[in-house]
C-alpha cells in the first residue's frame, strides 16, 4: 500500500488543489505584471539603486549597502548582513517595477532599523523553520513506513515551523509594501498618476506570499489528516 493514502491514490491530495492553482496564478501574474512595468519607464527618472540609497539614507542607516545580485526576481533584503540586494534589471533600471521593487527591498530595511516585532520574530524563527523545511518530510516518510507515530509527529512539528515561518512573512510582506508606496510617494520618486501603477506591481508580488501560506497550511491540514486516519 502506498504509504499517503489507499493503494495509489492519496484523497487528501484534493486539499492541495486550490493552493496550487493559486501559486500557478500567483507566480504568472508576478511575471507579466513585472514584464509589463519594466517597459513604463518611471516619470521621475530614477533609477532602482537611487530609490533605495536615498530612502536608506533619509531613514538614517546609510550603513546598508545596496548591490547587484544575479537573476531576475532575485531581490531581497538580507538581515544578517543588513544589505539590500538588487538584481541588474531593478538595480539600474527606471522603470516602475525598477523603483517598486527597491522600493520594497529598502522598506525590509527600514522595518530591521525600527526593530518591526514581526520581522524580529520571522529572523528569530528562520533557523528553526529552515530547518524543519529541509528535514521534516524525512521524519514524515520514515515515520509513515515504518508505522511510527512519534517520527511522524516529529515530521509535523517540524514541518509546523515551516508553516509558521509562512504565516508571518505575510504581515512583514504588505508592511514592506506599504511603507514603499509611502516612501515612493512621499520621498517625490513617482508622479501622482503613478502610485496606483506601483500598487499593482507591489500587490501582485505579495500575492506570491498568500499562495505559498495557502499552501503551507494546506499542507499541514493534509499531514495531520493523515496522522488521523492511520491511528483510528
Known amino acids: 500500500m502506498f504509504p499517503f493514502g489507499f493503494g495509489y491514490f492519496d484523497p487528501t491530495m484534493i486539499l492541495l488543489i486550490p493552493s496550487i492553482i493559486l501559486a ?18 518611471g516619470k521621475k527618472g530614477y533609477t532602482g539603486y537611487q530609490v533605495a540609497r536615498h530612502a536608506l539614507d533619509n531613514n538614517g542607516i546609510g550603513d546598508v549597502p545596496v548591490e547587484i545580485t544575479r537573476g531576475q526576481l532575485t531581490d531581497h533584503y538580507d538581515p544578517r548582513r543588513r544589505v539590500v540586494r538588487l538584481s541588474n534589471e531593478v538595480y539600474n533600471g527606471h522603470s516602475l517595477a525598477s523603483i517598486s521593487i527597491a522600493a520594497h527591498e529598502t522598506g525590509h530595511a527600514i522595518q530591521h532599523a525600527n526593530g518591526y516585532i514581526p520581522l524580529s520574530f520571522r529572523n528569530a524563527i528562520f533557523p528553526i523553520a529552515s530547518f524543519g523545511s529541509n528535514v521534516a518530510w524525512i521524519f514524515i516518510i520514515l515515520g509513515l513506513i515504518m508505522s511510527l507515530p512519534s517520527l511522524l509527529d516529529l515530521g509535523i512539528l517540524l514541518f509546523s515551523a515551516a ?18 508606496l509611502r516612501l515612493l510617494d512621499e520621498g517625490g520618486f513617482i508622479a501622482d498618476d503613478e502610485y496606483k501603477h506601483s500598487k499593482k506591481i507591489l500587490n501582485a508580488a505579495a500575492l506570491t506570499y498568500v499562495a505559498a501560506m495557502a499552501t503551507a497550511i494546506s499542507q499541514l491540514i493534509r499531514l495531520l489528516l493523515i496522522r488521523d486516519r492511520r491511528r483510528n
Open 163 to 180: 508553516v509558521l515561518f509562512q504565516v508571518v512573512t505575510l504581515p512583514v510582506e504588505f508592511n514592506a509594501s506599504g511603507r514603499a
Open 24 to 41: 500557478m496564478y500567483a507566480q504568472s501574474k508576478v511575471k507579466s505584471t513585472f514584464a509589463k512595468y519594466l517597459r513604463v519607464g
